[in-house]
Structure formats: structure tokens, C-alpha cells
């Protein structure tokens, strides 16, 4: 025992400084470093204990003091209801600084989160709790608490001085690494939480107070948020930052330039360097056919320059193609190798457009014609391999590195005070002209028509009572930006979501939408995307309406669903193998009843509802379709429809929502200009539409070699929540639905309350993967329930056959304004 109080702690060992009972080992732990911090310990750990004691968390202090700090806090311990450890360093054991504390602190916490804060308050900790309830709720690797991005303010630094350079280093980190801090405001913060499992604290080694950088700069691929916080005054003591501190800052900026990318990113960038130099190579061999070709289209055969010129280019494609296919990718890419040939001819005479006036412009300034193809075709080369090494091909490795476009801020201030959710000054009519009632569960208002819930249209319901609503606005900056955001507005008092931002690059004329998450929930959207209704009810309204229908009993399995003589049979399986084409073939040849094709409301009881959106025909759909109603133009424009919405189409698509561009605003766009190949299943296949149905048997299908196998009931619970993930994989879901918050359930408590709904479903139905690498599924389904007693006839019934004696019913007419609500003839309410 000593002067501090306390018995002589070694070098790196951990002490408990209290007593506190936990039924399980925390989730976070909360990394303190202190240096002569015996005046605001005891504040600290008094202010902790409020903010952190719902968290599931630890206290770590990792010490580095001279003064009576380890006796202090070893006194005042108890104010924290929370478990509070130190990490004594004794002198000659401190290496690093403070970067070093934080890195010992973190290899000894407990928690499966980290969140690093000073102990001079200057770092509030109901500002730090936001950044740990953001980190554990989202599905983000690193959150940074910001003092530069919406509400933040770093007003409680000392002068003037000390702002210029908290703001000019952050400015001089983003010019050293523009890229891995593209999506971080304030890379110089000391409040920061991270995930342990995707940081390699061994390769980690920061000089002095920046270890939040290096971490950003040596995970170039994490995916980061932010949470805009205030910067408190100090409550005692003195700043540690120095001249000395700031050269050595520069110094770690210089030796992270060098070093930083001496990892497996330096690799990977050196074979975009080598497939850059072949695809170099083979475009100058690309340019001698192409000018070999316009020489013989223009000087031989006397066509126009620009005819030619189009005509060469299809030549030269073609040459480059099987050149770059075969010997820089080496036939591997997304998708299949006519989709790549597909989008590198679309590239090449997408190209060409922009080509022809600059070679129209050369050739009438008097460059020869020859001369002023080879330079266009010159000009273009880069862009031409970004495009094709990154989307047509889809490089793993860039992948890797790649930072997520879509920069996340959390915001503890009202909405109404970010110009971001300002309205236009003129006014907008509320009216919701479409309403639904889903199953008598919700009921949606809307100003955009929805035609994947048109089975469901029911004009009684009131507007007042209505669980969504979705109304056209002016969301959103009125100028453009270089960079999607979702800021995610939260309630400064237990940090719940209220409401939710998402903007792209293109202000007001984006595809913008805000989700207020109030009773109703209530959505506004962008008139782009309201020009665009198939992508505002799969990117927004879905995503919701799987999440409201959850607290009230029900899952939107993504599945499937036919009855057969009062048996239901359901298909799941990830999105694109076959599910549709299997529907199609099974109701044609085998009759039955259809519920769904997509998704299916199910509940713990086993029952399924139905759920009958329009299906869409993509190109490995098609040779399922025998639909005599099809018109001629209709069939021609299937075939188009079906090759841009296909599997290929949306691997394309999600390559390009990994990049920096304004995906929601692509897609509205196409789809405006080519709908999807949506049509209502009894006028591709005679059939009749159930309501309801008890399901027996599921099949997982898949893709591969013929077999079939029991899925055991765990691994069909992991499966199909799997699959229906899988159906929502198109950007922005990942990036709002953790913000999602209905009838007080959080993200969190939502999904594991689907999980339970799941369970109870499956527990009376017997599961089996089905593969095939035929398509066969429709033929080997009938064949199996059959020898189980279950068949299936032209008709869909079998005579002496009854159905069970639970079958679901469209809901009673209510009362509305003291009026009983008419119920259709045949429809849903």
C-alpha cells in the first residue's frame, strides 16, 4: 500500500474499482484514458452512471497519471452504477500517449463495442451514450461523434486558436485521405465508438491524441456514421494539446500517407494498375480496328464520317470484348457473359453519343477524319475502364476497399430546423386520393397510386385513420451535393428516432424521401419518385409496411404461397432463382389457388394470408409465360422489360449503388422510361385467387445439383429470415431501417419479435431444400406431395375433399363515422 490508497498495480494489469452484479458480460465498454484528471473524476463517473446504466456497460480508466487519480477514482467508483475497472500504465509502460491508452484500453474491454471518450466532460456523456446507442442499433462498424455536420458545434473549445486548428487539421486530414474520409465530417474526434470484430487493433499504431484516424485510414472499407454533438467546455483541469502535440499530428499524417497503405488495398490497387495497363493495351489494338473499319466504311465505301463512325465503333466493341473478357477478367464478372457483352456495347454507344459532335467538331476545324477518331477514342479511354473494371466486371478487390457512399448523421435537434426537410413555399394539396387495407391489418393512405396493392384498394377507408401515409413534397437541399446522406433525427432524451432524411446528390430533383415516425407514419417523397411508384413502394413503403405489420402479429415472409384442395404449399428462395417461374408452371399445370408470388403474410399460428402483388417477368421468367392475352406489342415489350428487370439487371444495379452516384434517381428514371413487366397472375395463367390458407409443406428451393433434403427447424428459422432479407438488399433499406421505430419497438426488438412469429409458423410445417439445375421444380414438387397424399387436380379441388375448417375471411365492416363501411362483392376491405 502506498500514498494513493490503493495496492501497487503492475504494469498492464486491471483492477475492479466496485461491485457491480451483471446477469450477463456487458456489450459495451466504455474506454476512459486519463492523465492527471484527480479534480473531474468524481464528476465523470457521477455523470456516467445516468447516461450509461440502460447500455449493458463498462467503465474502463486507463491511467497514465503521476497525481492521486487512482485514489480518487477508487473512492468515488461507487457513484457509477455501471462496473468500473482501471488499467494502471506505470512510467516506462506508456507507450503511444494517448492513442496507445486507448489501444490497451480496447484490447482489454469486455464488450463487444468500444466507445473511447475523454474524461474531461468536454465530451458529454449523454452525447457519448447517443454514439453507443447508435453503434449498437445500426449496422455500422465505427461511429463518430461530430462537431461539424447538423446540430454539432465545437463551441466549448478554448479561443479562437484552438478552433482554427481543430478545424484546419480536419480539413488537412481530408487532403491527405479524401477517399477513406469522404464520409467523415470530423476525422480529429476523441469520442468515437467501434465495433471490435471489425478493427485490427494490431495494425494499429497511432502517434499521439488521433488514433480515431488511423483507424478510418487503415479500414478503408468499415462502415461509418456519425452523431452530431456539442463540445462542452472543459469542467476542470487543463488541455493536453501542445506545439509539440500538432508536429507530432503532422508527423503521423506523414508517416499514415506512406504507410497507411501498406496493406492488403496496396495490393489490390496494384492490380487495378495492372488490369488498367492490359486494358490500355488492348484499346490501342481496339483503336487500330476501329480505324481499320472507319477507313473501310468511309474511304472505300463512301459512307458519312459519322455513319462510319458509329458502324466502327460496333466493330471495335466487339474486338475489345472478347479480348477483355477472355484475357484481363478472364470470363469471371457479374452476371453472366452475354449481360457483360450487353452493358459493354450499351457503354461503348452510350459513349459514342457524347463522341459524335466532338468528332463532327474536329473534322470541321480541319483534322482528318481518321485523326479525329483516334483522339475521341483516346479521350475516353479512363472512363471507359472505370466503368467497365468497376460495374460490367465488379472487381472483388475494389469492393473491398470501398467506402459506403451514403454518409449516416444522427442528429439530436428537431427536424423542422434542418434545411434539409424545409417545405417549398407553395402550397401542396394533403388529399391521399389511393387508401388500402392490407388484411384488416394496416391501412395506407396515399397521394402516389400503388399498383403492387391494388387487390388491396379500399377507397371507404377513412383518411383519418390511416397507419401511412404518403404524400408528394419538396424534400430536400435545393442545390445539388456531391454525396447521398440519411440523417436520422432522434429525441436528445432516451435518443429514440422521430424522423428520418434521405437525400441524394441531385437537391430537390433527386429521388428524396422523409419518414416521419409518428401515428400515422407518415412519408413524404420527391416528385421524381412519385413519377416512379414502383420504387416508392419496394425502396420505402414495403420496408415499412414489413415492419408495422410485425407488433400487430404478423410477418411479410418473402415466400410464395399456393393452395391446393385446402393444403397450402409455399416456395421460398433468395431473390432471382426461379420462385416465379416455378408459381407459373405449377398453376398452369397443376391448378390450385393463388395467394402470393412474393411475399406472404403469415402469423405463429401457421396461417397464411395472401398477398397478390403483380408479378414481374424477368428474362429467366419468361419461357414460363403462355398468356394468350399478351398482345403483340405487349410481347415485344416483355422481352426488352424482362432483359433490363432480370437478375443481371439488379446485380448491375446494386454495383452501382456501391458507388457515389444517386441510385434511388437511376432507378426512378429507369423505370419510368421502362416500367417493369408487372402484370396480375390470372392474366399470365387461368387461376383463381385465395384468401387464405394452412400451410403443410415448405421448399426452400434452390440452384444446383438435383437433391432434396429435411432443413432442420433452426436452420429454416436462419433460412428463410435469410431470404427475406435478401429481398430488401436494394439501397437505401440498410441504411433507415435500424432507424425504424413502431408501437415503441426499436429495429432490434423488431426483428426478434419477427423471429418469433417465424418460429411459430414453421413449428407445425415440414421444410425441405429442393435443389434443381434444370429449373425443375415445378415437374418434382407435384411429384413429391403426391406420395404424400396431397394432390393436385386441373381444377385445384378433388372431389369428397373438404377444406379445414379455419379459413380466413376479409374482416367484418366496421364502423366509420358512426356509418357501417360497405363491404365489395368479392373483394378485400
Given at each position: 500500500m502506498d500514498h494513493t490508497g490503493i495496492p501497487p498495480l503492475p504494469a498492464l494489469s486491471c483492477l475492479d474499482l466496485n461491485e457491480v452484479a451483471q446477469a450477463a458480460p456487458p456489450r459495451l465498454t466504455v474506454v476512459v484514458p486519463t492523465r492527471n484528471e484527480q479534480e473531474v473524476i468524481p464528476?465523470?463517473?457521477?455523470?456516467?452512471?445516468p447516461a450509461f446504466a440502460s447500455?449493458?456497460?463498462?467503465?474502463?480508466?486507463?491511467?497514465?497519471?503521476?497525481?492521486?487519480?487512482?485514489?480518487?477514482?477508487?473512492?468515488?467508483?461507487?457513484?457509477?452504477?455501471?462496473?468500473?475497472?482501471?488499467?494502471h500504465r506505470v512510467p516506462g509502460a506508456r507507450g503511444g500517449g494517448l492513442s496507445g491508452a486507448v489501444l490497451a484500453g480496447a484490447r482489454q474491454a469486455r464488450g463487444d463495442w468500444v466507445l473511447v471518450m475523454d474524461a474531461d466532460l468536454q465530451h458529454p456523456p449523454e452525447a457519448a451514450a447517443a454514439v453507443a446507442r447508435t453503434a449498437m442499433g445500426h449496422d455500422i462498424d465505427i461511429v463518430v461523434g461530430t462537431r461539424h455536420a447538423g446540430s454539432g458545434s465545437s463551441g466549448g473549445l478554448s479561443g479562437a486558436g484552438r478552433s482554427l486548428a481543430s478545424s484546419g487539421s480536419a480539413v488537412l486530414a481530408k487532403v491527405f485521405f479524401p477517399r477513406c474520409l469522404a464520409t467523415v465530417t470530423d476525422p480529429m474526434s476523441g469520442l468515437f465508438a467501434f465495433r471490435k470484430d471489425a478493427v485490427d487493433l494490431e495494425r494499429l499504431n497511432p502517434l499521439g491524441f488521433k488514433v480515431l484516424l488511423e483507424m478510418l485510414v487503415r479500414n478503408p472499407s468499415a462502415?461509418?456514421?456519425?452523431?452530431?454533438?456539442?463540445?462542452?467546455?472543459?469542467?476542470?483541469?487543463?488541455?493536453k494539446a501542445s506545439l509539440r502535440e500538432g508536429l507530432t499530428y503532422l508527423r503521423h499524417l506523414l508517416r499514415l500517407r506512406r504507410t497507411g497503405r501498406q496493406s492488403p488495398q496496396s495490393a489490390q490497387r496494384a492490380h487495378e494498375f495492372g488490369r488498367l495497363i492490359a486494358?490500355?493495351?488492348?484499346?490501342?489494338?481496339?483503336?487500330?480496328?476501329?480505324?481499320?473499319?472507319?477507313?473501310?466504311?468511309?474511304?472505300?465505301?463512301?459512307?458519312s464520317p459519322l455513319l462510319g463512325a458509329a458502324l466502327a465503333t460496333q466493330v471495335s466493341t466487339a474486338w475489345n470484348f472478347a479480348l477483355v473478357e477472355f484475357l484481363v477478367y478472364r470470363g469471371t464478372g457479374n452476371g453472366t457473359r452475354p449481360g457483360r457483352a450487353t452493358r459493354f456495347f450499351a457503354l461503348n454507344n452510350v459513349l459514342l453519343l457524347g463522341r459524335l459532335p466532338v468528332l463532327a467538331l474536329l473534322v470541321s476545324w480541319g483534322v482528318g477524319v481518321l485523326s479525329a477518331n483516334i483522339i475521341t477514342l483516346v479521350g475516353l479511354f479512363l472512363l471507359r475502364f472505370l466503368f467497365s473494371d468497376r460495374i460490367i466486371y465488379g472487381t472483388g478487390d475494389h469492393r473491398a476497399a470501398k467506402r459506403d457512399p451514403v454518409r449516416t448523421l444522427v442528429d439530436p435537434r428537431a427536424p423542422a430546423d434542418d434545411p434539409a426537410t424545409a417545405h417549398a413555399a407553395h402550397k401542396r394539396s394533403k388529399y391521399l386520393s389511393h387508401r388500402y387495407d392490407i388484411a384488416g391489418q394496416v391501412t395506407i393512405g396515399s397521394q402516389v397510386g400503388l399498383p403492387e396493392l391494388e387487390f388491396f384498394r379500399a377507397q371507404w377507408v377513412s383518411p383519418d385513420s390511416c397507419d401511412i401515409v404518403i404524400r408528394v413534397g419538396d424534400i430536400g437541399r435545393r442545390m445539388p451535393h456531391h454525396r447521398a446522406?440519411?440523417?436520422?433525427?432522434?429525441?436528445?432524451?432516451?435518443?429514440?428516432?422521430?424522423?428520418?432524411n434521405y437525400e441524394e446528390q441531385l437537391g430537390r430533383l433527386g429521388a428524396n424521401f422523409r419518414v416521419d415516425l409518428g401515428h400515422?407514419?407518415?412519408?413524404e417523397v420527391s416528385p421524381l419518385l412519385a413519377h416512379s411508384p414502383h420504387v416508392v413502394y419496394t425502396n420505402v413503403v414495403e420496408a415499412l409496411l414489413r415492419f408495422v405489420l410485425v407488433p400487430r402479429g404478423w410477418m411479410l415472409l418473402h415466400s410464395a404461397c399456393l393452395d391446393f384442395n385446402g393444403t397450402g404449399v409455399m416456395l421460398s428462395a433468395l431473390t432471382d432463382t426461379g420462385k416465379t417461374c416455378t408459381i407459373l408452371k405449377l398453376l398452369r399445370e397443376q391448378g390450385g389457388c393463388f395467394?402470393?408470388?412474393?411475399?406472404?403474410?403469415?402469423?405463429?399460428?401457421?396461417?397464411?394470408?395472401?398477398?397478390?402483388?403483380?408479378?414481374?417477368?424477368?428474362?429467366?421468367?419468361?419461357?414460363a409465360v403462355h398468356a394468350d392475352d399478351l398482345t403483340g406489342p405487349e410481347w415485344m415489350r416483355l422481352r426488352l422489360q424482362s432483359r433490363l428487370h432480370s437478375r443481371e439487371g439488379r446485380s448491375f444495379a446494386l454495383t452501382l449503388a456501391r458507388l457515389n452516384l444517386p441510385i434511388m434517381a437511376i432507378n426512378a428514371l429507369t423505370q419510368i422510361l421502362v416500367p417493369p413487366p408487372k402484370y396480375a397472375v390470372d392474366r399470365l395463367v387461368p387461376c383463381a385467387i385465395g384468401t387464405a390458407t394452412e400451410v403443410r409443406d415448405l421448399f426452400v428451393i434452390e440452384r444446383g445439383a438435383p437433391g432434396l433434403a429435411d432443413i432442420p427447424y433452426d436452420e429454416a428459422v436462419r433460412r428463410l429470415l435469410g431470404n427475406t432479407e435478401d429481398a430488401y438488399g436494394f439501397p437505401p433499406f440498410r441504411y433507415f431501417a435500424p432507424a425504424l421505430t413502431v408501437d415503441g419497438l426499436d429495429h432490434a426488438q423488431l426483428r426478434a419479435r419477427e423471429r418469433e412469429i417465424l418460429s411459430g409458423f414453421l413449428s407445425g410445417i415440414r421444410v425441405r431444400a429442393l435443389a434443381s439445375d434444370h429449373f425443375g421444380w415445378a415437374e418434382e414438387i407435384p411429384r413429391l406431395l403426391a406420395r404424400e397424399g396431397v394432390y393436385m387436380a386441373a381444377d385445384g379441388h378433388l372431389d369428397g375433399e373438404e377444406r379445414p375448417s379455419w379459413d380466413w375471411q376479409f374482416p367484418a365492416p366496421l364502423a366509420v363515422n358512426g356509418a357501417v363501411r360497405p363491404m365489395p362483392a368479392g373483394g378485400p376491405p
Open positions: 464528476l465523470l463517473l457521477r455523470a456516467l452512471g447500455l449493458s456497460a463498462e467503465v474502463l480508466l486507463v491511467d497514465d497519471s503521476d497525481d492521486d487519480t487512482p485514489a480518487v477514482a477508487a473512492e468515488h467508483a461507487e457513484l457509477c452504477p455501471c462496473p468500473v475497472r482501471m488499467l462502415r461509418v456514421a456519425e452523431v452530431a454533438y456539442t463540445f462542452a467546455p472543459r469542467a476542470a483541469g487543463r488541455s486494358f490500355g493495351l488492348i484499346g490501342l489494338s481496339g483503336i487500330v480496328a476501329n480505324t481499320a473499319a472507319l477507313w473501310l466504311f468511309f474511304d472505300v465505301l463512301g459512307l446522406a440519411l440523417t436520422e433525427f432522434s429525441r436528445p432524451a432516451d435518443g429514440r428516432p422521430v424522423s428520418l400515422p407514419i407518415s412519408v395467394l402470393s408470388d412474393d411475399m406472404t403474410l403469415v402469423d405463429a399460428a401457421g396461417h397464411a394470408l395472401c398477398f397478390p402483388k403483380p408479378l414481374t417477368i424477368s428474362a429467366h421468367t419468361l419461357h
